[in-house]
Each structure stands twice: as structure tokens, then as C-alpha cells.
């Protein structure tokens, strides 16, 4: 580490400096880059080194630090977790040259695993950080087979050490036994204190390799994430992997071949910061006057419309989105400012998927596909902020898979498209394996918590003799809801999970079905085991019971299979005393008026609408959930 990017007053020197060099398009060589990401599970440091590695080397100046720098999202502070990957340039003095370090910021949670794999597709190394006192974790193990399987040099980290209840040696022991790491490659350092900075950095330097290509072969960048600016049209994050791209260029995109002119392209420091252009190993954005965002695709390959590349870059395997629900605006009329703020989300969020659908109930919304929970509850939330939007969301399902008589196969993500029951041969769902790591002491109570949700055991591997990593294989329906609280509550939080799909298998499932006066109400149908099915439907129409108001008629509330009802509740209807202004004379005057009533309650139960409100889906849906 260089005397310059210690001392306060020369941070604005060396900013000064590399703010000269993107001016004066001072291309970097590639043996002086290094493109690297971090990955670790939730909470182990990942984005507090970042902002070390930022403040260090001059990036940014003390004054302009602040905690979570390249979390800029609001829902990011507020949970303090990373949801989307942050890519920033910062340039490092060591033994005499300046490096260039391009670093992309990754999130921690299983349901965002996607925005890891697109950040190390973009890098050759990583730095695997581990927690000093929660140790090995499963989203640790995940990462690091991930990085594995991209053939990335891995860093392997210890990060926390300057806490009073650290475990360092007995951390590394468990990184040996599950990773087969090393113990002497290990680096111990603080992003929160400063410690072990400097060495975190000349490993980079020293054991992450060059990237390959070359400035004067055919362009060729890997677009790896975008966004939409308003006045600029859609802005592409790109990793140039060859040839050189230039601020004036004319570009295609090779996906749909359409064609652009630069206007401005630059590097995060952290911030947007423009330069004359972008060569073989370098990170960066583009902006080329794009309006239309579906011309713009992760994983598609930006060429030199004048000198094409042969063949595009290999790309990314498209995401499955597992999880689907409806999403429909309270206000009818905000249909269309859904329809846009879904589109301008799609951007930067190549794992999520929506179609237009409509519902009786509540009128006309979009189908969307989310890779977990959490990932549905953030694409919610930040639709609703950044839109102004007030949504409601269906009861979430899995995607299953169902063999018609006819031997066709049907892909199932909507409850409303299961075939009737005399047209299906075999229903499939979708098994997950996961591992759960948690300590030794807890594993019975998991394993009869994974018994009750139909899991099958595979095996128990221990890291020491106190934490373990307990397999299984589990419908994907009983692992979305609510396993990861249930494993908290009886591992004290001191358990986590990881999960990978590992195919289809046959089950006994079936659609319960919610009647409201006769009709079936598409948006709380549900695709649930039928040995749970009694339960959830008398569970649904004691709920919803409690939320419609009463009206002028008796209103049914049944819970059905097919044309099988397995639980129903009746509302009763609002009386009216007919017969007060009769006083004394003969009681047949009175069974005419309540004859005559009688009768036109049930004319009125014939043709009556029943009104279901938007706070009766909300109440049922939480209670589904």
C-alpha cells in the first residue's frame, strides 16, 4: 500500500489523478486489471469491505464515507442486505504501478443467487469471506462451489477478526473440511475496524489473473445488468471481454441486431463517470439512445456494427423463476403504470418474469415469476415506492408439472390451469435438495420438522463437533413458505439453508377451490397436497367468513376439490322485521309478509352480486401464506 492513499489530504490527489486518467483516455494495459467480485453468505462483511477497499485506496475521501456505499437502494439500508450487484472501478498503487480493480458487489441470499452467478461470469477471481464467529455457512458452501464451476481463482478470506468472540482457527479448520481451502492461503482481516485491508488488496493483485483479451481483436462486451434512466434510455453495464469500445462507435446488439450509437460510455467510481473509451478487460456502461427496453437482454453480446464479431459470448444460462403469483393495482386505472414500471424492473432483474392475466375478482393484473419469497416481497416493495403503485398479490405457488391422459405435459405456474381431475394421469411438483447447516444439538428437531413436510433424509455431515450439515430432499412448496422461520425458531438463529432444484416427481396433489355464493373465486385457488387440503380449506373459509360483509341474502363460503366441497361457511343474510307495523289481529297477515320476504330473498340470492373487498384477498392471502 502506497504512503499516497494513506494520508487524508493525498486522497484527493490520487482521485484527482484517476479522474485524469478517464479524461485523457489513458487506456489501462490488461496486466494491471483485475476484474474480482465478492461472495459470501448474509451478514459476513461484504459490503463493509467493500467500503474499506473504496476508503483505502482513495476512491473516496473520509468525509464521503458512509456505511453501505455501494447499497444504494433504499430497501437495501433499511435491511441491510445487498439485493442487487454494484459494480465500481478503484485504482490501487502497489510496488510501483497502478492497477486497476474492478470490483462488482454481490448479495448474500439464496433467492438472489442469480445476480451472483452474473457478477462472476463478469470476473476471473473472487474473495470468499467468511464470518470469524458464525463460521462456514450454507450460502458459503453454494458461492464457493459456484465460483468453482466458473474456474475463478478464489481469495479466501476471514473476515470479523477483531470481535471478542471470534473463532479464527476453528473457522479456518471448518473452511479445510468443507472446502478443502488451505489454512496457510487464509487471510484474516476487519472490514469494520481496517485490519488487513492492504493484504486483502496485494492478493488480489498477486493471485487473481489478468483478463485475456485483446484491444485489437472484433469487440465483443457481455451485457451483465442495465437500468432505465429517464432522460437517457436504458444505460448498459457491460465487461468488455475483447476489442475496444468507443464513445462515438456505432454498436450491435447481437441477440436482436439492432444497432446504436454511442453517446457516453464510463466507469462507476462509485458514481457514473464518463471517459473516451473501454478496452479488452475493463468494466463498465454504456449509453446509446436505447428507448426500447426489450432491445436491451442479460447475457447478450455488444459487437462493432462496422467490424462484427464471428460468434456471440457464451452468455447466461437463463434463470427458472419457482415461485409465481398474481400482482394487480388496487386502482384499476393503474394498469398501464404497472405494465411500464414492470417492464423498467425487467432491466435490471433478468431472474423476474410477468405476462399480462385477468381475474373476476380483482380485475385485470400481470402473472409474475419470482426465484423465492423474498425475492417476490423486494420486487413488491420496490414497485410500490418507486411507482406509487398499491398492489395486491395472489396467494404464491410453485411451478408444477401435469401428465394428461393424452400424454401430454403440462407446465403449471397458475392454479386456474389445472385440467379437471378426469383429465390427469400424473401430478407432478418440484423437489429441492438442501442443506442445512446448524449447530449438533438441533438436528432431531429438524429432522422431524423436515418429516412432517414429506422431506427424505440423505445424510449428516459434521464441520466439528458442534455444527453439522444435515441433506435432504423437499417439495419446493413446503421450503418457500415459511422453513427458513421454522429453522431459525428451533436452531435459536443460529441455522441456515441452502437449496438447488433437482427435478419433478409424481405426488398426490390437487386445486382446493374457494365458492363464494356458487362462484369460484380464481384468486385464492390454491394447488396444495391433499393430505393438507381439509385443513387449509376449512382454515380459508373461517378467514374469509370473518371479512365479507353481510348482505340482504344468505352467502355460502365452501371450500372444494373438483366438485367434492370439504368445508363450508355461511354468512347470514341481514333481517329486516317485516311484520312491526302489525299489532295484534291474525297471525296469517304475518305468514304472508314473511312468506313474501322468503321469496325474495331467494329471487335476491339468485341474481345477487356478492361484493368480495380488497381488504378480505389481503387478510386471506396473509393467513395462506
Known amino acids: 500500500m502506497s504512503r499516497l492513499a494513506l ?44 467500503d474499506q477497499f473504496l476508503l483505502k485506496t482513495g476512491t473516496i475521501t473520509a468525509r464521503e464515507f458512509q456505511n453501505q456505499m455501494l447499497d444504494a437502494m433504499d430497501l437495501e439500508r433499511e435491511r441491510g442486505i445487498t439485493i442487487r450487484m454494484h459494480p465500481v472501478t478503484i485504482y490501487h498503487q502497489y510496488q510501483g504501478k497502478t492497477y486497476e480493480l474492478n470490483l462488482i458487489d454481490t448479495p448474500g441470499h439464496v433467492d438472489f443467487s442469480y445476480e451472483v452467478s452474473r457478477s462472476l461470469a463478469a470476473c476471473e477471481g473472487c474473495i470468499l469471506l467468511v464470518d470469524s464467529f458464525q463460521g462456514v455457512q450454507a450460502q458459503t458452501v453454494a458461492n464457493a462451489y459456484l465460483a468453482m464451476e466458473h474456474d475463478l481463482t478464489i481469495v479466501p478470506v476471514l473476515n470479523k477478526i477483531d470481535l471478542p468472540i471470534a473463532r ?63 432522460y437517457k434510455g436504458v444505460v448498459v453495464y457491460v465487461c468488455v471481454k475483447e476489442g475496444t469500445l468507443r464513445k462515438g462507435q456505432r454498436i450491435r446488439l447481437l441477440r436482436d441486431g ?18 473516451e473509451e473501454l478496452a479488452a478487460g475493463q468494466v463498465g456502461y454504456v449509453m446509446a439512445q436505447i428507448k426500447t427496453l426489450g432491445d436491451v437482454h442479460i447475457g447478450d453480446t455488444v459487437t462493432d456494427a462496422l467490424r462484427p464479431a464471428a460468434e456471440a459470448l457464451p452468455g447466461y444460462k437463463e434463470p427458472k423463476a419457482m415461485v409465481f403469483s398474481g400482482l394487480y393495482p388496487v386502482n384499476n386505472q393503474d394498469f398501464e403504470t404497472l405494465r411500464e414500471a414492470l417492464g423498467k424492473l425487467r432491466l435490471n432483474d433478468a431472474s423476474f418474469t410477468y405476462m399480462p392475466e385477468n381475474s ?23 414497485l410500490e415506492r418507486h411507482s406509487s403503485l398499491d398492489l395486491v398479490q395472489t396467494a404464491p405457488n410453485v411451478t ?21 381431475p378426469g383429465q390427469i394421469e400424473e401430478f407432478r411438483e418440484p423437489f429441492v435438495r438442501i442443506s442445512f447447516l446448524l449447530p449438533s444439538e438441533n438436528i432431531g428437531d429438524l429432522m422431524q420438522l423436515c418429516t412432517e413436510r414429506r422431506g427424505i433424509y440423505l445424510r449428516t455431515e459434521y464441520l466439528s463437533p458442534a455444527r453439522a450439515i444435515l441433506a435432504y430432499e423437499l417439495p419446493l412448496a413446503e421450503v418457500i413458505y415459511d422453513l427458513y422461520d421454522k429453522l431459525k425458531s428451533v436452531t435459536h438463529g443460529y441455522g441456515t439453508m441452502d437449496y438447488e432444484l433437482i427435478g419433478y416427481r409424481p405426488a398426490d396433489l390437487v386445486r382446493l377451490d374457494i365458492l363464494v355464493a356458487g362462484k369460484r373465486v380464481d384468486a385464492l385457488s390454491t394447488i396444495v397436497h391433499r393430505v393438507f387440503a ?7 373459509v373461517k378467514k374469509l367468513r370473518g371479512e365479507i360483509d353481510r348482505h340482504l ?14 368445508a363450508r361457511e355461511t354468512i347470514a343474510p341481514i333481517k329486516k322485521n317485516v311484520t312491526a307495523k302489525c299489532y295484534g289481529g291474525d297471525i296469517t297477515r304475518k305468514r304472508k309478509l314473511w312468506a313474501k320476504q322468503a321469496a325474495g330473498k331467494k329471487r335476491m340470492k339468485q341474481v345477487g352480486q356478492v361484493e368480495i373487498p380488497q381488504e378480505a384477498f389481503l387478510a386471506v392471502l396473509e393467513t395462506d401464506q
Open 553 to 566: 341474502f344468505a352467502i355460502a363460503i365452501q371450500a372444494a376439490i373438483g366438485s367434492r366441497v370439504i
Open 534 to 540: 381439509d385443513r387449509r380449506g376449512r382454515k380459508l
Open 400 to 420: 408444477y408439472e401435469i401428465l394428461t391422459r393424452k400424454g401430454e405435459i403440462l407446465v403449471i405456474d397458475n392454479p386456474q390451469k389445472v385440467p379437471d
Open 258 to 275: 439492432t444497432e446504436h450509437d454511442v453517446i457516453e460510455i464510463g466507469r462507476f467510481r462509485p458514481g457514473m463517470t464518463p471517459c
Open 360 to 382: 373476476e375478482g380483482l380485475g385485470f393484473g400481470f402473472r409474475c415469476g419470482f426465484l423465492g419469497m423474498l425475492h417476490r416481497e423486494i420486487i413488491q416493495q420496490r
Open 7 to 50: 494520508r487524508p489530504d493525498a486522497r484527493h490527489v490520487g482521485l484527482s489523478h484517476d479522474a485524469r486518467r478517464c479524461k485523457k483516455n489513458m487506456t489501462t494495459p490488461n496486466e494491471l486489471i483485475r476484474n474480482f467480485s465478492i461472495i459470501a453468505h448474509i451478514d459476513h462483511g461484504k459490503s463493509t469491505l467493500a
Open 168 to 230: 479464527p482457527d476453528v473457522v479456518i479448520a471448518e473452511m479445510e473440511q468443507a472446502l478443502a481451502i488451505t489454512p496457510a492461503e487464509v487471510l484474516r482481516a476487519s472490514g469494520k475496524a481496517g485490519i488487513g485491508i492492504e493484504e486483502v488488496l496485494a492478493a488480489i493483485i498477486e493471485r487473481i489473473p489478468a483478463p485475456k483479451g485483446s484491444a485489437d481483436d472484433p469487440l465483443r462486451a457481455l451485457v451483465y445488468n442495465s437500468h432505465f434512466d429517464t
